[in-house]
């Protein structure tokens, strides 16, 4: 499928491109930090400095699959250097100020493959929050998060669907109380403008304007009531997919009400409930019920675990959106005051709304993602095992490994000759060390 109909087609034919649903709140107990940095004060604020260097293998770079004719799976091995900065003043201040910045420069070994050569490339990601009156009944918080994402595309190509996202906007949080960690109520509103642009696959470019509400009523010392909205108007910068029954713009809406708070000394919990909306402006739009359920349990001091469920949709580059049902657990283990190791696991099934008529070249004309009243359907496995160690104390080492997978029942096959342009699925392996020296 490196021919005519990439890179938009094959891009969207294989595994979901589409930003990742937000799940809401969780259950989950994470462990205390295995090592506090100590940071470095300069006058009112505090700067915690680090470099790591990481060594990664991808299995299968681009996603290939076997039966793909001409996107076998291919492996890649690369050097990444991830400086990292947080700088923050006293949280009991009238104005505070929260800042971190995280690079991710790669530096593939590519050899003479031009297309992982391509990939090389510096990404990262930059947070500043600013908050006024975080101690009264009201405050207003003034937010800006920049992305620079790195991704290879699905298929052996040079281009990459690298991308840079932007979201700025405040929120207004009414909250009674002086302490913070004993206001019974929290209403808080939230107005921001985001984009979203791709260098090399500008037809899925997009801006957003989001709106979120959320309240929050503790009525029992350890349990409170939860409100959770949102709505957002999202539109693409081109209208490319539009032209051809990929994907329209959209006014998706979610709420969800709901408990969340200790049910022992030792389990919390969650559950949510609600309904969405996608809204798109033309094809198929979801309108379904959405849930979030979580349960925490400090096992120890040093066992944490957490099992949750959510359904939800997210955007899709193809047929609008994804339905999606996610089952998920994780376990954090400590041993000692020397080594954190975490496994985690998410199972998610996907089912894509119904489009027909998606425009491709006429190798593949008339292309469904329904037929028969069956639509296309993936199972995505994601996991990992990471242990993280204290070398010394200012140095710390993580060795890792991760799976992603897909499986589905969708494939394009040649009118032509039959083989296959894209078969969906894939399986890839990602094992990683890195040395970190933090202060």
Known sequence: MGRAVAPLVAAVLGPMLAPGGAYGQTAEQPLPPLAQE??????????HPSLAVMGHHDTNLFNGNNDEAGNKPLGATSLRIVPRLQLANDPNSNVTLSFSGVGDARIYFAGDNAAIAAQQNVGGNIGLDITAGQRRS?????????NRALRANNWETTQTFNRIANDV?????FHPGDIPERRPFNVAFTAS???DWFDEFS?????????RLVGSWKFLPKTAGVLDATWDFRSYDTGELASRNLAFNSKPFRAKVGLTGMLTKRMSAQALAGWGLSTHAAGSSFNNYLASIGVGVRASESTRLHVGYDHDFIDSFLSNYSDVHRFGGSLRQRFGQIMDVTAQF?????TYGDMSGIKGNADITGLTTCSAGKCRRDTALDGSLI????????LSMNIGYTLRSVQTNFKVVSKTNKAVLDAGAYTGHEIFASLALRY
């Open 38 to 47: 100590r940071g470095v004060r300069t006058g009112e604020f505090v700067l």
């Open 138 to 146: 009201f405050s207003l918080t003034f937010f800006d998060y920049f």
């Open 169 to 173: 906007g405040a929120r207004i949080e």
């Open 193 to 195: 403008y985001a984009f």
């Open 203 to 211: 037809a899925a470019d997009s801006s957003t304007v989001r709106t």
């Open 346 to 350: 998410t199972a998610r099934i996907l």
């Open 387 to 394: 242990a993280g160690f204290e070398v010394a104390r200012l």
